[in-house]
Nanobody
Framework: HVQLVESGGGSVQAGGSLRLSCAASGYMDSASTCMAWFRQVPGKERERVAAIYSYYVTTYYADFVKGRFTISQDNAKNTLYLQMNSLKSDDTGMYYC?????????????????????RGPGTQVTVS
């Protein structure tokens, strides 16, 4: 059974940086697993921030984080990261990691949170 746990959230001033981590427990086949970061603010739908399919060296970034955020994965540590630089107040929200095994393609990374079989409880990021 796969479990995901996020950490690294907190409060930071605009322009600052944070690095989120997502520790995964349980086995996932790296050849068929993709992962993503989502964020959600109250009253809005959860939106995909970045995604990665490391086996095919494929990444995706939402336009609103391109050039500021970097997604990476350390398979040896079973950990997903999100380096967030030049943070803005609009980046405030609950950040969730997600993993999907089997429904990933080098040409398609699942868009909606519901397309991912595993999701963590989230970590809060507040930018002021």
């Amino acid at each position: 059974h796969v479990q995901l746990v996020e950490s690294g959230g907190g409060s930071v001033q605009a322009g600052g940086s944070l690095r989120l981590s997502c520790a995964a427990s349980g086995y996932m086949d790296s050849a068929s697993t993709c992962m993503a970061w989502f964020r959600q603010v109250p009253g809005k739908e959860r939106e995909r921030v970045a995604a990665i399919y490391s086996y095919y060296v494929t990444t995706y970034y939402a336009d609103f984080v391109k050039g500021r955020f970097t997604i990476s994965q350390d398979n040896a540590k079973n950990t997903l990261y999100l380096q967030m630089n030049s943070l803005k107040s609009d980046d405030t929200g609950m950040y969730y990691c997600a993993a999907e095994e089997g429904n990933c393609r080098s040409s398609y990374l699942p868009v909606a949170s519901e397309e991912y079989s595993y999701r963590g409880p989230g970590t809060q990021v507040t930018v002021s």
